[in-house]
């Protein structure tokens, strides 16, 4: 089974502290997902990446960076963190690789997310 | 972009009764797959059942099964002979089958809560 493990199921840190979310997954997937979650608003894609060294932004990757400097490891960074930086992340990875142009039907594999807290 | 709706925020079920969970998605694109996922309190996100737009058949896991309109962009999940531990988030999730750039991203509707009573 593929196991995808954030480093921390809470958190709490202050306003304007750098935060570092870790994300591992032990799959060899290519691609690696951070997503934000809160009540309403379901996932919203933060940033995303296809290869390491890769990253995309997603839909809100404002305040946000990402790292991946190793096939299995995904980081989040919250730069300053701010108290609209509440909320539940997770971490998300999933196989790239297709045949004739097409993706696979693969499903995303999540971790158990981390609850972070901005005071 | 393309987008993925659930109008019911939450629902309820008795233990054993039946319920269905709806989606809708707006796409251009034809060939696509299409995901249920449930998330228990505080749990991880898992997968229950996935679509492929391009078969007919809807898909069907034990007591989770689809019903799968393309032509109207539904996609809904039926749960038969509830169980307590059916008690979870829900969302439905799209992703194109195109592969452009190597990748595609997975859209997510906001999820709905399904209560089961004893």
């Known amino acids: 089974d593929v196991k995808v493990t954030q480093s921390s199921r809470y958190l709490v840190k202050r306003t304007g502290e750098k935060v570092f979310l870790e994300c591992v997954q032990d799959?060899?997937?290519?691609?690696m997902f951070w997503y934000r979650q809160d009540p309403g608003l379901g996932l919203r894609l933060i940033y995303f990446?296809?290869?390491?060294?890769?990253?995309e932004k997603g839909d809100i990757p404002e305040g946000y960076s990402v790292s991946r400097e190793k096939k299995e490891r995904f980081s989040l960074i919250l730069e300053s963190a701010s108290t609209n930086q509440t909320s539940m992340y997770l971490c998300?990875?999933?196989?790239?690789?297709?045949?004739?142009?097409?993706?696979?039907?693969?499903?995303?594999?999540f971790g158990d997310g981390t609850r972070l807290s901005i005071l | 972009a393309q987008t993925v709706t659930q109008s019911q925020p939450e629902m309820s079920v008795q233990e054993a009764e039946t319920v269905t969970l709806s989606c809708t998605y707006d796409t251009s694109e034809s060939d696509y797959y299409l995901f249920w996922y449930k998330q228990p309190p505080s749990r991880q996100m898992i997968l229950v059942i996935r679509q492929e737009a391009y078969k007919q058949q809807n898909a069907t896991e034990n007591r989770f099964s689809v019903n799968f309109q393309k032509a109207a962009k539904s996609f809904s999940l039926k749960i038969s002979d509830s169980q307590l531990g059916d008690a979870a988030m829900y969302f439905c999730?799209?992703?194109?089958?195109?592969?452009?750039?190597?990748?595609?991203?997975?859209?997510f509707g906001s999820g709905t809560k399904l209560n089961v009573k004893p």
């Open positions: 998300a990875s999933t196989l790239r690789k297709a045949g004739q142009g097409k993706t696979l039907n693969q499903p995303q594999h």
């Open positions: 799959m060899d997937h290519e691609n």
């Open positions: 999730a799209y992703r194109s089958a195109v592969n452009l750039y190597n990748f595609n991203k997975f859209y």
């Open positions: 990446s296809y290869d390491v060294k890769m990253k």
